[in-house]
Structure formats: structure tokens, C-alpha cells
């Protein structure tokens, strides 16, 4: 049992359960046991691998898409890129390079920033992002960024934001929680807190006994928080995470340990917690600050900017191994079996600048 399992544990024990939300954010939030604060998740020795640390062209295409958003704004400067959620740094690595490329100007005068709240990652982003030129500056929340237009991206950020989530029982949704069985081991049931019909999809009017929907609330409030600067001060986002474009219902919670799946509630602060992205509510909470918003799988994204060419430029003059790296990456970011329909892409943009 994982000490973060015991305290859990102890905790429903004095207090009675827990809503969902509050168990994922303690698996992957503590200060002292939490999934994000302790363990190393990313990379072939971690527990997933993210679209930056399969090819370079993730990273460069989505450079040239903020380059581009930027463009079509005027070339603001002072104007700051940032990543909300950078992982390792892999993302903003390949993007500083693309951009030194693209246009030198660009790097002199705008300001590059890392939203990480954790400072075990944020330590390795600095160590990934060392000897680069560019003026980085690493924040805790998108407050504290310059008062100056905002072009950011977040890569596998939302799925990471704890969800509410509501089983249908009886005549009605109550809030499903994490208490403690006959043995006092973890156990999910159905608690007393109810929900706003207004917030239930209309595939949930004709739910069947046992049924779940999930309910972001804090996801709701980032976006928000990040369209109303967009809104306010120019700039443009691009989210990029696995869900779906319309809400429906069903149990999307789910464990990955070793890069397998596992029971969300064996091995709490050593499992990733994720649930799939409901872009349908993001996009919402966008266009109600007056953004334009398109929504896109990723294959789509990723070919309509140019993934086989970029693939193609890359290995023209490769060796048959590296090649063939090189189509393995283009399928497995593009393809449809793979990242390419699994994963969603949401654009944000000001009105009068759709693209």
C-alpha cells in the first residue's frame, strides 16, 4: 500500500468520503506523495510518452501555428509564448528552435514562459531548456504573466485537471465519491451531492441505472481564465488532449502505470489519473469571452500544417532506419489508429482574426 493510500485511508476514515475531484487532486497534487510531485511520468521509463517526445515535428508545427497566430495579429512585441503544463521542457525546446529559425526578431523581443506548478518539473524543464538564448521565466499561474498579448499552448493539460463526476441512481445523479468498503479498503459509491441539470449532456436524459457523467468545473474556470487574458490583451491558445469533441455520458477515469492501464484506486500518488477532455465545454467557455474557437482532431491539425512535408524534408537525406522512425512518428501523431483521432485540437483565437 502506497503511504499516500494510508493517509488517504485515514482521511475517510475521520472525515466520511471524498468526491472524485478531491481524490484525483490529492493523487496527483500532494505536496509530499502527490503523482506530479514525486514520480518521473514521462518518457519510455515513465509511465506515458507525449506527442514532443515522439518526433521534433510535433513541436516545430505547432511553433509555426503560434508564429502564424502572431502574424495575424500585427507582430505584437512586447508579446510573451508560453506553455501551460511543459512537461520536460521537449515542447518549448523544439518551439525556441523553430522560432530562431522562422524569425530571430521574434526571440529578441518577446518574453518565453513556463506555467509548471511543480517544482521537481520545473527543475528538469531548466535543465532541458539550459544554453538557450531566449529570455525564460518560469510561473505557478498565468497571473503573473506580462500584461501583453499571450500566444500559449497546453499539450495533455487538460485531462490532468481533476473532474467531478455523478452516477445515476434511483430517479436521479448523485456526486460519486471514494470511501471505504467492509474491509476499509478504497470503494467508490454514490454520495449525497446532486447536480445542475443545466450541466448534464442531453444524451442523460435517457440514462440507463449506474450510468456516469463527468463534470469539469476546474477545467471550466482555467479556459476561462485564459480566454478572458486572450480576450483582453490579444494573443491566441492551442490545446491539444485526448477526449471528445461532443459531451456524452460514461466513466472515462482512468489509471496508467508502467504504461499500462491499472484500478484508478490501487495505487494512489504512483499512477497517472487522467479522464478524457469534454472540448465541447471548453469551446464554450471561449466563445462566451467572444473568441473565435475551432476544433479539429489532431491528425487534422498535424497534416493540415504540414506533417508529411516536414516528414518528407527530414528524411531526404536519412538513412532507411531513420526513415523509417520518421513514418512510425507521422503515423503515430497523424494516424487515425493512433494519437491523430484519439487526440482533439482546440484553436482559440480573437474574433476578428479567424484562420
Not at 75 to 85: D, H, V, W
Not at 111 to 136: D, H, N, V, Y
Not at 173 to 184: I, N, Q, S, T, Y
Amino acid at each position: 500500500m502506497t503511504r499516500l493510500k494510508e493517509r488517504i485511508i485515514g482521511l475517510i476514515g475521520a472525515a466520511g468520503p471524498i468526491p472524485v475531484s478531491e481524490y484525483m487532486a490529492l493523487c496527483l497534487f500532494d505536496p509530499d506523495e502527490g503523482y506530479y510531485t514525486t514520480r518521473e511520468p514521462f518518457g519510455a521509463a515513465g509511465d506515458f510518452i507525449t506527442a514532443p517526445e515522439i518526433s521534433q515535428m510535433f513541436g516545430e508545427l505547432v511553433a509555426v501555428w503560434l508564429y502564424q497566430a502572431w502574424q495575424g495579429a500585427g507582430r505584437p512585441l512586447p508579446a510573451t509564448f508560453a506553455e501551460i503544463g511543459p512537461g520536460r521542457g521537449t515542447l518549448m525546446k523544439d518551439m525556441l528552435r523553430t522560432w530562431s529559425r522562422l524569425d530571430p526578431a521574434l526571440l529578441a523581443g518577446a518574453s518565453f514562459a513556463m506555467i509548471e506548478t511543480s517544482p521537481r518539473l520545473a527543475e528538469i524543464q531548466k535543465q532541458t531548456l539550459a544554453g538557450e538564448s531566449a529570455p525564460l521565466a518560469w510561473h505557478q499561474t498565468i497571473d503573473t504573466l506580462p500584461r501583453q498579448p499571450l500566444f500559449i499552448v497546453g499539450n495533455e493539460l487538460f485531462d490532468a485537471v481533476p473532474i467531478r463526476q455523478f452516477v445515476y441512481v434511483g430517479t436521479g445523479w448523485r456526486e460519486r465519491v471514494v470511501g471505504l468498503d467492509g474491509a476499509d479498503e478504497l470503494h467508490f459509491f454514490a454520495g449525497a451531492g446532486s447536480v445542475d441539470p443545466a450541466l448534464l449532456p442531453a444524451a442523460a436524459a435517457d440514462a440507463p441505472q449506474g450510468a456516469i457523467v463527468e463534470v469539469a468545473p476546474a477545467r471550466s474556470a482555467l479556459m476561462s481564465q485564459i480566454a478572458e487574458r486572450i480576450a483582453g490583451r490579444g494573443g491566441a491558445g492551442l490545446f491539444i488532449d485526448y477526449g471528445y469533441l461532443q459531451a456524452g455520458i460514461g466513466d472515462t477515469f482512468q489509471a496508467l502505470r508502467r504504461h499500462q492501464r491499472e484500478d484508478v484506486l490501487a495505487n494512489p500518488g504512483e499512477a497517472d489519473l487522467t479522464a478524457h477532455v469534454d472540448f465541447a465545454a471548453l469551446a464554450d467557455v471561449a466563445r462566451a469571452h467572444g473568441l473565435n474557437v475551432q476544433l479539429s482532431t489532431q491528425g487534422e491539425f498535424l497534416l493540415g500544417m504540414g506533417l508529411l512535408e516536414r516528414a518528407g524534408t527530414l528524411g531526404a537525406h536519412a538513412d532507411p532506419e531513420t526513415r523509417q522512425a520518421i513514418s512510425d512518428a507521422v503515423e503515430r501523431l497523424g494516424g487515425p489508429d493512433a494519437m491523430g483521432e484519439l487526440f482533439k485540437v482546440v484553436k482559440i483565437l480573437p474574433a476578428a482574426k479567424a484562420a
